[in-house]
């Protein structure tokens, strides 16, 4: 199984851009670059997604390295509400035509009034 | 709007037990997942399915399993509950296929299980 790495943690500014980094040096041509958060108290929920271009949607944009085994998700002015776990998973095509995500272990993020 | 909801919030078990969770989804999503989730672990995969009475085996099975009767609900079981099983169980649900690379998975809320 591929597998990602990330920071532990974090800080930022409120109002500032934040990068969170993450490392996937094994990935598969067939495995989708997926980023979820994880609010207190809360299921993570669906942030972003990618293969080989960069992408961007109303919560952030994320950067995939040209050699797929890095990428980077931005969020571009940091609110105290988008303090949580950021996790960067791996899509990974199984066999049977499904699918199973990796996660990583997470950065949690602070942002600083 | 869509839902995951999973049968308890908390929930307290002697060692030995048999524990049922259960987790349903309204949005007649394909596959359903349990994962569970330790702090410097991340979420771990226990178990997946990707259609009613089908199931495949996650990165930690040992000492689960699993049951998916009807498309909405799946349930884990923990045969004879251990204190090492004592986490937090996410359960989450995603559509079969659809736009290449998509496949949004829903979360809900949580159980977090404690087993003394």
């Known amino acids: 199984d591929a597998k990602t790495t990330q920071p532990n943690s974090m800080e930022s500014n409120e109002e500032e851009p934040v990068h969170l980094p993450c490392n996937h040096s094994?990935?598969?041509?067939?495995?989708?670059i997926h980023w979820y958060r994880q609010l207190p108290s809360q299921g993570p929920e669906y942030v972003i997604h990618?293969?080989?271009s960069n992408v961007n949607n109303r919560m952030a944009s994320l950067a995939i390295a040209e050699d797929r085994k890095s990428s980077t998700l931005i969020l571009h002015r940091a609110t105290l509400r988008d303090a949580a776990v950021y996790y960067c998973?791996?899509?990974?095509?199984?066999?049977?035509?499904?699918?199973?995500?990796?996660f990583g272990t997470g950065t949690r993020l602070k942002v600083l009034a | 709007d869509v839902k995951v909801t999973q049968s308890s919030r908390y929930l307290v078990k002697r060692t030995g037990e048999k524990v049922f969770l259960e987790c349903v989804q309204d949005?007649?999503?394909?596959?359903m997942f349990w994962y569970r989730q330790d702090p410097g672990l991340g979420l771990r995969l226990i178990y997946f399915?990707?259609?009613?009475?089908?199931?495949e085996k996650g990165d930690i099975p040992e000492g689960y399993s699993v049951s998916r009767e009807k498309k909405e609900r799946f349930s884990l079981i923990l045969e004879s509950a251990s204190t090492n099983q004592t986490s937090m169980y996410l359960c989450?649900?995603?559509?079969?296929?659809?736009?290449?690379?998509?496949?949004?998975?829903?979360f809900g809320p949580g159980t977090r299980l404690t087993v003394t």
């Open positions: 989450a649900s995603s559509s079969l296929g659809g736009l290449a690379g998509v496949n949004e998975q829903y």
């Open positions: 094994t990935i598969s041509g067939t495995d989708y």
């Open positions: 990618g293969l080989t």
């Open positions: 998973i791996l899509r990974e095509l199984l066999t049977s035509g499904t699918y199973k995500y990796i």
């Open positions: 949005m007649d999503h394909e596959n």
């Open positions: 399915s990707y259609d009613v009475k089908m199931k």
